[in-house]
């Protein structure tokens, strides 16, 4: 049986990190494969070897970036005690996350709704992966009593809409993303029963 060639990490590295930049600054419509494939010092051969089009690019950004966010919400989740500084620490690492991505979380959430069935459905499945990342840590909250019992499901499927809409209106407004914890962690806390967070 004939062996495969060794994957080449540093080629499709290269191009994903030209796309974050092109895309951040140009925007999803403005960005072409060209312009990724320039950026990239590489060749559209090498592209489309590695990616099916500009959107699957994209779509693997989207996906490494829900993977970056998680692992440092768990991560910060994972130093603190308490089911508040929990909630807090989580809530700042989206923020920070959303704060230093910025153009791109802007297309994410403000140039989503025309980019098509693909891209939706991966930005649903975003939305679904954060729910239930939320959810586990509000039912080991009910478990240990820090919070009353309640739906967990409906309760994190609020908390991923009403982050989203925080960050969309501080994105959309060029607000300080970081300046919305405070009131956005005090909405987020009462809505579960904790009445002076």
Same mark, same amino acid.
């Given at each position: 049986?004939?062996?495969?060639?060794?994957?080449?990490?540093?080629?499709?590295?290269?191009?994903?990190?030209?796309?974050?930049?092109?895309?951040?600054?140009?925007?999803?419509?403005?960005?072409?494969?060209?312009?990724?494939?320039?950026?990239?010092?590489?060749?559209?051969?090498?592209?489309?070897?590695?990616?099916?089009?500009?959107?699957?690019?994209?779509?693997?950004?989207?996906?490494?970036?829900?993977?970056?966010?998680?692992?440092? +919400?768990?991560?910060?989740?994972?130093?603190?005690? @308490?089911? &508040?500084?929990?909630?807090?620490? /989580? %809530? $700042?690492? *989206? =923020?920070?996350?959303?704060?230093?991505?910025?153009?791109?979380?802007?297309?994410?959430?403000?140039?989503?709704?025309?980019?098509?069935?693909?891209?939706?459905?991966?930005?649903?499945?975003?939305?679904?992966?954060?729910?239930?990342?939320?959810?586990?840590?509000?039912?080991?909250?009910?478990?240990?009593?820090?919070?009353?019992?309640?739906?967990?499901?409906?309760?994190?499927?609020?908390?991923?809409?009403?982050?989203?809409? +925080?960050?969309?209106?501080?994105?959309?407004?060029? @607000?300080? &993303?970081?300046?919305?914890?405070? /009131? %956005? $962690?005090? *909405? =987020?806390?009462?809505?579960?029963?904790?009445?002076?967070?």
């Amino acid at each position: 049986m004939a062996r495969r060639a060794p994957i080449d990490t540093t080629t499709r590295e290269r191009l994903l990190e030209a796309a974050m930049e092109v895309f951040a600054r140009r925007g999803y419509h403005g960005t072409t494969v060209d312009d990724i494939v320039a950026a990239s010092q590489s060749s559209k051969g090498a592209f489309y070897h590695y990616f099916p089009s500009k959107q699957g690019i994209f779509l693997e950004l989207l996906t490494r970036l829900a993977e970056m966010v998680e692992a440092g +919400v768990e991560g910060a989740i994972g130093q603190e005690q @308490g089911a &508040l500084a929990k909630v807090e620490a /989580a %809530l $700042r690492v *989206v =923020l920070e996350v959303a704060a230093a991505q910025r153009d791109l979380a802007r297309i994410l959430l403000i140039e989503a709704a025309a980019l098509g069935p693909a891209f939706e459905q991966s930005r649903l499945g975003i939305h679904r992966r954060f729910a239930a990342l939320i959810r586990r840590h509000l039912d080991r909250a009910v478990e240990d009593s820090a919070i009353p019992q309640q739906d967990t499901l409906a309760a994190s499927m609020a908390w991923v809409g009403a982050i989203n809409e +925080v960050i969309t209106q501080e994105l959309a407004g060029k @607000g300080d &993303l970081l300046a919305a914890l405070p /009131a %956005l $962690r005090t *909405v =987020l806390l009462r809505s579960i029963g904790v009445g002076n967070p």
